[in-house]
């Protein structure tokens, strides 16, 4: 132990010796860190570190994904009465931007959220993303106009798009190896509850013109309360580590993983940043060095999972539902504890069965339910079918994303994208998937009168097909591993 102590006493100082350390060097932090994990000398593992340590500062941190689904439903009830009350009913071109504006926003903020997250920190960027939230859902629920309205809503997205790259970065970070999936698959959740208040919230809207200015005030109490709670939370000790502050990231791994835990978890970031340069993270290297492999992945995922149409779901279902004959009240509410109902099973698979099999399996049942939903608008399908295999179709499709497409593949890419790289390339990958929620948000109404339900469903079904092979040839397992095994290997497959 005391072997392993010397080997990062050198970086408890402010700078980090960017030396490249020899091999006797690191074959004696192999050692050290082995005598650590096996202290007995027995050939015993020494358990794993207990959950509840890390639990309250995971919890602290899906308030960012509450207010994320909390954001992406709030519209969904209250669209009708916004456009009525602001003169702007019947322009499905205003109604979509009242969608899409936010989501420009986000993506604005996720060009960002890299700079920021290792600018200023994981608990920093949080409180930051909470502000423009606060300010943004105020604007519009005090506002009178349109512009007022788009304007809230960008504000409010900038804050959307810093707050799940953050999240994703932190919770990975700070969770122990053995629930990191089940913890990552626990945003997922706060995002459907999130989604699911703001169904509820906005039930009463149909009937009270003015309720969907109390809708967006609501959002205000759970973003303050990240920006303040914060304050009680743990740094990233990664952040740390690569800040040069090895001292606080060691008071860090004992606060989440207990003093038995710590030397080990101080000896395998060593391992991982071995001769890196921890200031030399570039977008060069991201998108033609030996990382842009690991972007790829991320960014086809992203791209694939908003090509399957989810958001259209989550933004017009209502508009979907009427056109089928179904109140849309209590038909919402079944999106939301479907959405909710598979977001759990996620959380209890996701460290058993693995990413890749639910992400296989979440798309290919999406696919599955598409073709249904294509079936019920044509003249195969009764009235009675037309009926159950839409509205059947549309609840099964949330039901299979929520158990892999949706809460996997940011949870993947903070897993298999090197440390020191880790909140540029979420950025990256995060960015394409807000331009492509944007241009589908906006003319998903428009595509729906001009194509047709069936056509519409068709071309989001080959998406997850399409999916379910990118899935099958490139991603790769991570379940029960730690960040550090996890980069060591990726690296050395590409070299």
């Known amino acids: 132990m005391d072997s392993v102590r010397r080997t990062y006493t050198i970086m408890r100082g402010r700078h980090i010796d960017k030396r490249v350390p020899s091999k006797d060097f690191l074959s004696a932090l192999d050692k050290a860190e082995t005598a650590v994990r096996l202290p007995t000398g027995t050939g015993k593992d020494n358990g794993n570190p207990s959950w509840k340590r890390s639990l309250p500062h995971v919890l602290v941190a899906s308030l960012t994904s509450l207010l994320f689904g909390y954001h992406l439903g709030v519209v969904n009830e209250t669209l009708e009465s916004i456009s009525i009350d602001l003169g702007f009913s019947g322009n499905t071109i205003a109604e979509g931007l009242v969608v899409s504006t936010c989501l420009g926003g986000a993506f604005i903020g996720s060009l960002f959220s890299g700079l920021v997250a290792d600018g200023v920190g994981r608990r920093r960027a949080f409180q930051l993303s909470a502000l423009p939230m606060i300010v943004g859902a105020s604007v519009s629920a005090s506002t009178e106009s349109l512009e007022g309205m788009l304007l809230g809503r960008f504000l409010v997205g900038i804050g959307m798009g810093i707050g799940p790259s953050v999240t994703a970065l932190y919770v990975t970070e700070v969770s122990p190896a053995y629930v990191r999936g089940t913890y990552g698959s626990s945003t997922q959740i706060a995002t459907c509850i999130g989604l699911l208040g703001s169904l509820f919230a906005g039930i009463p809207a149909k009937d009270n013109l003015g309720w969907w200015r109390i809708c967006f005030w609501i959002s205000t109490v759970p973003a303050a309360m990240l920006a303040v709670f914060m304050e009680l939370c743990v740094e990233s000790p990664q952040w740390l580590f690569k800040r040069g502050r090895a001292a606080e990231a060691e008071a860090v791994f004992e606060k989440l993983l207990g003093g038995s835990y710590v030397k080990a978890s101080m000896a395998e970031l060593m ?60 038909a919402n509410i079944c999106v939301g504890v479907c959405n909710l109902l598979g977001s759990t099973v996620a959380v209890v698979l996701m ?23 294509a079936i019920a ?18 609840l099964l499709f949330v039901l299979s994303f929520a158990t892999g497409a949706g809460p996997v593949p940011s949870l ?21 998937h807000w331009v492509i929620n944007f241009f589908v948000g906006l003319l998903f109404l428009r595509m729906l009168e001009q194509l047709g339900s069936e056509l519409l469903n068709a071309i989001f079904g080959f998406f997850c097909v399409v999916a379910v092979i990118f899935v099958q040839k490139n991603v790769v397992e991570t379940k029960g591993k730690s960040l550090q095994e996890i980069e060591i290997s990726l690296l050395s497959s590409t070299q």
């Open 271 to 330: 391992k991982s940043d071995r001769g890196d340069d921890a200031d030399s993270a570039k977008l060069s290297e991201l998108l033609f060095g030996r990382s842009f492999r690991v972007v790829f992945i991320g960014s086809t995922l992203f791209a694939l999972q908003q090509l399957s149409g989810i958001n259209a779901v989550f933004y017009f279902s209502s508009t979907v539902f009427k056109k089928a004959g179904v109140p849309s009240a209590s």
């Open 351 to 373: 460290d058993k069965l693995g990413r890749k099999v639910l992400l296989i399996g979440s798309f290919a049942g999406m696919a599955v339910s598409l073709g249904l939903q």
């Open 377 to 394: 608008y044509t003249s195969l399908s009764s009235p009675f079918g037309t009926l159950f295999l839409s509205v059947g179709g549309m």
């Open 412 to 432: 993947l890419l903070s897993e298999i994208c090197p440390g020191r790289l880790r909140a540029t390339a979420l950025a990256v990958c995060l960015a394409v």
